[in-house]
């Protein structure tokens, strides 16, 4: 015969949880509103976000998925514009900021034609750099590109002055890429040279992996016996 056993019950445990959704994707676009990201990932991916010739048009986060080849491809994310002060709260971009944390390699557009003479591009892009550093430092430190788009709205002659001259004053020495999200132009360059790229970080990272479940690694690593 079995005697029936009991215990007293205790409170259930209430929390408060927030969570945080981010998207995952490959690759990252971030500018000033209206530097041609929307037009950007409309050109090269299945995206199709708004587009209009004023700020702010893109107000959420858009995906779109990049094939340069029956099976390559990859993802980019559009986030809205980043102003100066974004780190703080001012406009829209600071809220998606984080949807680019996950990516292997941020795209940095840059208007290098825009409408108003009077706008000082190097000094734009420079803030850019600097509202990203000071919301996190990791996506600071992440691999990113410079892109010059609206090449097309420069004169052949005046053309490489005003890259040269921005280059030189925004003191960029990483890659560069020029095109124009309008009429493809350096588009496909950049696609392919994403891809190779991202290729080259996911063989590094199955290299790893590999390398870490070889008992040949794990002898190197802690000794035969297990021990360091």
């Known amino acids: 015969m079995h005697l029936a056993k009991k215990t ?3 409170p259930g445990v209430r929390r408060k949880l927030k969570l945080e959704l981010k998207v995952l994707a490959d690759v990252g676009l971030l500018g000033m509103p209206n530097a041609g990201k929307s037009t ?11 587009i209009a010739d004023y700020p702010f048009t893109t107000l959420h986060p858009n995906l779109g998925v990049v094939r340069v080849g029956s099976e390559r491809s990859f993802v980019i994310a559009d986030i809205p ?5 974004a780190a703080e ?5 600071h809220r998606f900021l984080r949807h680019l944390q996950r990516t292997g390699v941020l795209l940095h557009l840059v ?11 190097a000094a734009d ?4 750099v600097n509202e990203l550093r000071k919301y996190d430092e990791a996506l600071y430190q992440k691999p990113r590109w410079l892109v010059l788009n ?9 053309r490489q002055k005003v890259i ?22 350096g588009c496909d360059r950049l696609c392919y040279a994403i891809q190779d790229y991202l290729d080259g970080l996911r063989k590094a990272r199955d290299l790893e992996e590999e390398r870490a479940e070889d008992p040949r690694f794990l002898d190197e690593q802690y000794g035969k016996d297990g021990l360091v």
Do not use: C, Y
Not at 81 to 85: A, F, T, V
Not at 150 to 158: A, F, S, Y
Not at 174 to 185: C, M, Q, T, Y
């Open 81 to 85: 514009g980043l102003i100066e002060g």
């Open 150 to 158: 609206k090449v097309d709205m420069l004169q052949p002659e005046e």
């Open 8 to 10: 007293n019950g205790k």
């Open 111 to 121: 208007d290098v034609a825009p409408f108003d003479e009077n706008v000082d591009i």
């Open 40 to 50: 950007l990932i409309t050109a090269v991916s299945n995206a199709r976000p708004k």
């Open 89 to 93: 709260g001012a406009g829209l971009g």
């Open 164 to 185: 040269k001259d921005f280059l030189k004053r925004f003191k960029w020495d990483g890659p560069v890429f020029e095109i124009s999200a309008l009429n493809g132009e």
């Open 125 to 128: 892009a420079k803030a850019i």
